[in-house]
Structures are given as C-alpha cells and as structure tokens.
T-cell receptor, first 112, second 112 residues
C-alpha cells in the first residue's frame, strides 16, 4: 500500500542553521509528493510539491527533490529563521482521484 | 478571493450536546475532507466527499456524520458530544487540477 514516513521531532535548531527533515515513501506507480506546513493556530498550507522523478520543488527558501531511486523527498533549507518554527508534513498523492496520504508531522523549533 | 472557512474556531460544550461544525469553500472544488488532529499533530481522515450527495467514511472510525447537499458546504455533526471527541477538526478541499488540498483554519472542540 501507499505510506509516508518522516523523521520524528521535535527538531530544534539555532537561527541560520541548515535544516533537513527526512521523508521516505512507499507507493505503487508514480505519485505526486508534497510538503505542507502548519503554523501555530492555523490549518495546513502547501509549501512545495513535485510531480515526477528528479523534479525539485521550492518555495520560501525550502527545497525538496523527488528521488525515485531512494523513494525520498527530504525537505531542506540553507538558513532557517525563527519564523520557520512550525509543523511540517510530508505527503503523497497516488493519483488525482485518490486521497492524499500524510506523514505524522515533524515539529520544528528555531531558537533566536 | 478563493478560500475555505470553518466556524466556529473554538467551541466548549457539555457532554450530550448536539453540535455542527461548519465548513465552506468558495473554489468550486468537488473533493472535501474532514480530519481530526490529535495533540501529537498526526492527521486522521474521518470523512470525505467527492461531490454532491457523495460521502464516505475515512480511515479513522468516528461517531460524527457529514452531509454534502451543496458543492461549497460540508458540515460535520456530532449527535451527542463526549469528552473523547475533544480535538482539533480540520476541513480541506481538493483541487483535481493541481492535485493539492486547501485547508481551513480548524475548529478546536472541547467537550466537558
């Protein structure tokens, strides 16, 4: 079946540190992959996505590359800010007619 | 502006009360979802709909019910609330074109 596994948190970093949040997936076929972010007191919002192998999604300094050979979609940012403190969800969509599957979420704390 | 709304944002009620959580979207999306989010952040799909008069139960068993009489409206009802229903409830709509989900801000329900 389809599933998403992401690293457990919380992840605590100092401002300007390099960030990696690992995400691996299991899927049949060719899913689309996503990262969503949830700021305190809000719903989730789409951060970036990639729809095929070797695609790189990017937004707000965050990047993730769709790696089919390692079934991974790790989230990276070169220099984090306090405002990046949030919960990050990796997700996959098997196809447009099916439900999106979310990972369990990783809480990120950035210290000033 | 296209958006998704949830009301109320916060609700505190006594055991045994009937409640309805409202969710509306202005984007014309056919797909809509209800998630329950536990304090550990994980999202649990409890109901979904792929169009008017179509509703399905999600992966997590729930005592709530939903209806989809209009495309833009997807309310969730609890006939008799219990303390075990205390949680955050997130509504989302799905865009078939971009294969992404848009989330509302959530309703935080507390049952005393």
């Amino acid at each position: 079946g389809n599933s998403v596994t992401q690293m457990e948190g919380p992840v605590t970093l100092s401002e300007e540190a390099f960030l990696t949040i690992n995400c691996t997936y299991t899927a049949t076929g060719y899913p689309s992959l996503f990262w969503y972010v949830q700021y305190p007191g809000e719903g989730l919002q789409l951060l970036l996505k990639a729809t095929k192998a070797d695609d790189k999604g990017s937004n707000k300094g965050f990047e993730a590359t769709y790696r089919k050979e390692t079934t991974s979609f790790h989230l990276e940012k070169g220099s984090v800010q306090v405002s990046d403190s949030a919960v990050y969800f990796c997700a996959l969509s098997p196809n447009r007619d099916d439900k999106i599957i979310f990972g369990k979420g990783t809480r990120l704390h950035i210290l000033p | 502006e296209a958006d998704i709304y949830q009301t109320p944002r916060y609700l505190v009620i006594g055991t045994g009360k009937k409640i309805t959580l409202e969710c509306s979207q202005t984007m014309g999306h056919d797909k809509m979802y209800w998630y329950q989010q536990d304090p550990g952040m994980e999202l649990h799909l409890i109901h979904y709909s792929y169009g008017v008069n179509s509703t399905e139960k999600g992966d997590l068993s729930s005592e709530s019910t939903v209806s989809r009489i209009r495309t833009e409206h997807f309310p969730l009802t609890l006939e008799s609330a219990r303390p075990s229903h205390t949680s955050q409830y997130l509504c989302a709509s799905g865009d078939r074109v971009t294969d992404t989900q848009c989330f509302g801000p959530g309703t935080r329900l507390t049952v005393l």
